[in-house]
């Protein structure tokens, strides 16, 4: 099975590891000359939040899931990479809980691999919080490549 798509998911919280992301991804696609659709989710707080920081308004072009997330600090690394790579991609946004949404976006696009970071948690940690790495493993309609932040 050749790859031709490849959903990189990728959250507020990732910026510490983008660069480690970035790599994976490219590993994944780059030999297969696969796109990347790069998809940043927002929970609904989160989306608020980066919306007012941009100074965008609900009723403004600039305020939609895709655009927000086309100007997030983590989504213009991740792009950076892919461009300096040569790594075709496009940008999508999304707003709702984490899991779902990547789980969503990877059938709409038909992705042929997931790559999503996390970072190690404490059993705990897992059973009081959840874990969007995991949902997302158990629930994806194609294979998923997780990739550890090595600072945790």
Avoid: N, W
Avoid at 9 to 35: C, K, L, M, N
Avoid at 47 to 57: A, Q, T
Avoid at 79 to 105: C, P, Q
């Amino acid at each position: 099975m050749s790859i031709e798509t490849v959903l990189l998911a990728v959250g507020t919280e990732d910026e510490t590891q983008t660069e480690q992301i970035a790599r994976e991804a490219i590993a994944v696609a780059g030999p297969t000359g696969a796109e990347v659709v790069l998809t940043h989710v927002f929970t609904d707080e989160e989306f608020d939040g980066i919306r007012s920081k941009l100074g965008v308004d609900d009723s403004s072009e600039g305020s939609t899931p895709d655009a927000v997330a086309e100007r997030h600090t983590t989504t213009r690394a991740l792009a950076k990479a892919l461009d300096e790579a040569g790594v075709d991609y496009s940008i999508r946004g999304a707003v709702g809980d984490h899991a779902d949404e990547v789980v969503g976006v990877a059938s709409a696009v038909e992705a042929d691999r997931v790559v999503v970071g996390g970072r190690r948690r404490s059993p705990t940690g897992k059973a009081v919080f959840g874990s969007v790495a995991q949902e997302v493993i158990l629930s994806s309609p194609c294979p998923v490549t997780f990739v550890r932040d090595a600072a945790a």
